[in-house]
């Protein structure tokens, strides 16, 4: 109690300090005088009664002094002294503080941005309890893909190291809410995934075991899962709904009526899928024992007390004793389908943190972009620090007499360092309110570039780092003029005249201040040229087909209102119903968009193969309705396409691309072979062999792909590979219509089958190919930003540093071309000191590169980190900017007339 009470004497005796040294200055200025009247009195004279009180009671500022030091807090009296000092003599500069505002402004607005997405994304956790102990499991047959539900459910029994495990599988539906339906995202999850993501709704509950329930086999067209009830997103909720009351009513998903028994919190998504509604997920009997059906995601809590690698440990083990465990012999084509070690078989069971799962390569990028900010911030200070050290040249004089009166080496330099904060805090100030627009831009431009990009937004937490950055930068270009305190050199400055000498130590700290700029930006600008190749090859891939002119759009078809048969038939009909669209040359339809297609694979069971994986091969599928191939403009390069007479064959046929052919079937003809996934499917006789095709995107690598024709469930015994139809799909159209005039010709044809049905992502093929490399493309260009900004910061630099070497040797300069020299002469010498600068900057900065570049290969796509094209290239742009910074202030100097000059000097 008595600290409060002394702390609330101190902070109202300072913010009443101002009225109280007046009265103080009162009260010692009565107490001198009472003294002298006192010593009159004794005889002394007027001078020594007045001489002889000061020594008694000491002078009034002395006292005042001595007061104030008991007062208050004296630091917060002078920080406030040297704030107002800093203010006004910044008010008097206007131009200077201008540039080294907007200077400052530029380096930390763009590191708020970006740290804003580093905090967003990055830093700030998942919307879970303790999301560190979450993992996310999945299977490795040659590339992850999911787990089956018999190795889920064998999962959940023998690992001991986890709390609990969940499943899950990712979807679309269509939402009928108001006049219009909509596509909406839905995630099928089990009571157990409940349970680990251990979150509560805001309203109502979560699905339970009982809710789960299946009938076995389920019944015809109808969801596995029986029970009708759907939790929505917070997100969902407000959008569709207007946020009212919504749990215990219906809502129509896919021509069900489900009720709603919860609302999710706000920010819980699930693989930040952005998920809208929860829909529960149950196993029928058959797909407890479908162990090639790889169609499950699970997600694991660790215990409390287990660690990652503990967990990793147990895991091995499973694995190494998995068969044992379950008792399974395997068959003829399921060796690949029981848990194995790797060296016996390459299905094995992987791990990852939730975190890095969902992040994935995104982390790295989102780093260098930081680390690129961060020299753009660096070089800014350095520009403010020779803005600084120019200001400190200018008024060293007046330096040097301030320490000749007594002020402390320590007190300049507080004035120092208060002002460049001062300048620091404004340019903070300045660089939210940038940041902020470049943030909203970024995300209106760039929705899907990054994952949780929802989460990112300059909040309380950005603009506390963005203020203790100003400070920070405020801080160390403060330090600058620290060399003109020095006391030996006080003399010599109190004798120099205020143009000041042709040699000062801040000269050589701005040359290599500008030295360091240089470099830095050539780091920057390298790292934007290797990733602007990069989105360059990428554009130049090879996509396997023909993109141009060609019209996308997906639908989905309720499970609810079409058995097989019907959907395939609605299929067919609805794309006779686009080709007769006047403008409309062919369409199609497919199951997986190509570039934008996650790779799933199955195991499929290869004929006449000598490969060691034929019986359990890890394939692609793709499932296409007729006219597919010409539609797309996809080649075959041997055998022939499917053909109108393939829809009516009593055998299944199959196109497959050149990666499986090369694969599975070295030095023989691919066509006439046979293949059929799972030990009792019927063969699939290969007719054709297709170009390889780019599914995953451009960057992605091309796995054995087969190619089966939908329109073969449409007859009475069907032999497709696939014998249930797939209730989503992919149209592609190929037409010179805009997509304005096209979406209420399609719209009226998907009407036609059904009205609940949305037209979803209408768009043009080149636009897929663009989102695909949306990611490069975005830190390609961001990067750019950044060089641009790195390169005019330094050629500012450059010039500064030699406009006010220029300024500074005027009269040198003018006494010489008095003397005779040539203009030449004098334009060549100040440029060569300009590019002595820049010159070391560009060597150091290109060695540097070569280093650091190395920590983005993994970012980049045919192009090496050294590549010698994109080193020249900077280097080139970077010496002709330096070239022209200096030539400009060397060319002014040699413009001089020396007549003028020597009548004012």
């Known amino acids: 109690m008595r600290t ?38 004794r005889g002394e004279s007027p001078q020594q009664a007045a001489r002889e009180a000061r020594i008694r009671f000491g002078g009034v500022a002395q006292g005042m002094d001595a007061y104030r030091e008991r007062r208050g807090w004296p630091w917060m009296e002078d920080l406030v002294y040297d704030i107002r000092h800093a203010v006004r003599a910044l008010r008097r500069a206007p131009g200077f503080t201008a540039v080294a505002v907007i200077t400052l402004a530029l380096g930390i607005g763009a590191n708020t941005a970006i740290f804003s997405i580093v905090d967003g994304v990055l830093l700030r956790p998942f919307a879970y309890p303790r999301p560190e102990q979450l993992m996310y499991l999945s299977t490795d047959g040659g590339a992850p893909f999911p787990v089956s539900v018999p190795e889920y459910l064998e999962f959940r029994q023998f690992a001991t190291t986890f709390a609990g495990v969940g499943a899950f599988r990712l979807g679309e539906a269509n939402l009928s809410a108001g ?46 899962v029986t029970v009708p009830l759907a939790l929505v997103s917070y997100g969902l909720w407000q959008s569709a709904f207007g946020g009212r009351p919504l749990v215990g009513s219906t809502i129509d998903v896919d021509g069900r009526r489900l009720q709603v028994i919860g609302v999710m919190p706000r920010g819980v998504d699930l693989m930040d899928d952005r998920t809208d509604v929860w829909l529960p997920l149950g196993f029928t009997g058959a797909e407890r024992q479908a162990r090639n059906n790889h169609n499950l995601e699970l997600i694991g809590r660790l215990k409390a007390d287990v660690t990652v690698a503990a967990a990793h440990t147990e895991l091995d083990v499973l694995i190494q004793n998995w068969r044992a465990r379950t008792g399974i012999t395997p068959g003829p084509g399921q060796a690949g389908h029981v848990f194995a070690p790797s060296g016996s078989a390459r299905h094995v069971l992987l791990m990852t943190p939730l975190a890095d799962q969902v ?61 460049s904060v001062t300048l620091a805090i404004a340019g903070s100030a300045l660089g939210i309110v940038l940041a902020r627009a470049g943030v909203d831009a970024l995300t209106r431009l760039f929705p899907l570039s990054l994952p949780r990009i929802g989460e990112v937004a300059i909040d ?46 801040g000269r050589r700290v701005r040359g290599a201040l500008v030295s360091v700029e240089t470099g830095l930006a050539v780091i920057v600008a390298i790292g934007a040229g290797l990733l602007l190749k990069t989105v360059h090859n990428l554009t130049a891939v090879d996509a396997g087909f023909d993109r141009s002119r060609l019209v996308t759009f997906s639908l989905r078809l309720p499970s609810a209102s079409f058995d097989n048969l019907g959907r395939v038939r609605a299929y067919q009909r609805i794309l006779e119903a686009v080709r007769g669209v006047p403008g409309v040359h062919s369409a199609s339809g497919m199951t997986g ?287 002709a900017v330096a070239v022209f910074a200096c030539w400009l202030p060397a060319w002014r100097a040699s413009r001089l007339d020396p007549n003028a000059v020597l009548r004012i000097e």
Not at 362 to 384: G, K, P, T, Y
Not at 674 to 701: E, H, N, S, Y
Request: positive net charge; aromatic residues 4%.
């Open 4 to 41: 409060l009470r002394e702390w609330m004497v101190r902070l109202i005796g300072t913010v009443i300090g101002r009225r109280s040294d007046r009265d103080l200055e009162q009260e010692l200025q009565s107490h001198l005088e009472l003294a002298e009247e006192e010593a009159r009195r």
């Open 593 to 879: 968009l190509p570039l934008d297609r996650p790779t799933v694979v199955s195991q499929t069971e290869i004929a006449d193969s000598v490969h060691p994986m034929a019986r359990t091969a890890p394939l692609v599928y793709q499932r296409v309705l007729s006219d597919f191939v010409e539609t797309i403009g996809l080649p075959i390069v041997q055998g022939r396409a499917f053909n109108a007479t393939d829809a009516a064959s009593s055998g299944g046929v199959a196109i497959v691309n050149e990666t499986l052919a090369k694969v599975y079937w070295q030095g023989q003809n691919p066509v006439g072979q046979r293949l059929r996934r799972g030990g009792t499917a019927p063969w699939l006789t290969v007719i054709g062999v297709a170009r390889d095709v780019k599914q995953a995107g451009v960057d992605q690598p091309v796995y054995p792909e087969i190619y089966v024709l939908i329109d073969q469930l449409a007859t009475d015994t069907p032999t497709s590979a696939l014998s249930i139809s797939p209730t989503a799909l992919h149209v592609v159209l190929r037409t010179t219509l805009p997509l304005g005039s096209l979406a209420p010709a399609l719209t009226r044809a998907i009407g036609e089958i059904n009205r609940q049905v949305p037209l979803a992502q209408l768009r043009e093929m080149d636009e897929v190919f663009t989102d695909s490399i949306r990611r490069p493309r975005l830190l390609a260009q961001v990067l750019t930003v950044f060089a641009g900004l790195a390169l005019v910061l330094a050629a500012i630099g450059t010039y500064g540093v030699l406009s006010y070497m220029v300024a500074e040797r005027r009269r040198e300069v003018g006494i010489r071309l008095a003397l005779g020299a040539g203009r030449r002469r004098v334009l060549w010498q100040i440029m060569r000191y300009g590019l002595t600068l820049a010159g070391c900057g560009l060597i150091v900065g290109v060695a540097a590169a070569l280093g650091v570049t190395r920590l983005v290969a993994a970012l980049l796509f045919e192009v090496e980190p050294a590549d010698p094209a994109t080193l020249i290239a900077v280097f080139t742009l970077l010496a």
């Open 179 to 224: 006049d219009q339906p909509r596509r909406v995202r839905t995630a099928s999850v089990d009571a157990s995934l409940m349970k680990v993501l251990a979150v509560q709704p805001i309203d109502g509950r979560l699905f339970a075991e009982a809710d789960t329930v299946v009938t076995d086999p389920p019944l015809p067209g109808a969801s596995a």
């Open 460 to 505: 309380v937490r950005v603009m506390l780092a963005s203020l203790a950055v100003a400070v920070a930068c405020g801080l160390v270009c403060g330090l600058a003029p620290l060399i003109h305190t020095r006391s030996d050199a006080i003399a010599e400055r109190l004798k120099s005249t205020a143009r000041g000498s042709t040699s000062t130590p």
């Open 359 to 419: 992040l994935g390569r995104a982390s790295r990028s989102i780093w260098v972009l930081q680390a690129a900010v961060a020299l753009v911030l660096f070089i800014a200070c350095a520009n403010v620090a020779n803005l600084l050290l120019a200001r400190a040249e200018t008024r060293r004089r007046d330096v040097a007499v301030l320490k000749a009166l007594g002020a402390s080496r320590g007190r300049l330099l507080r004035n120092a360092v208060v002002e």
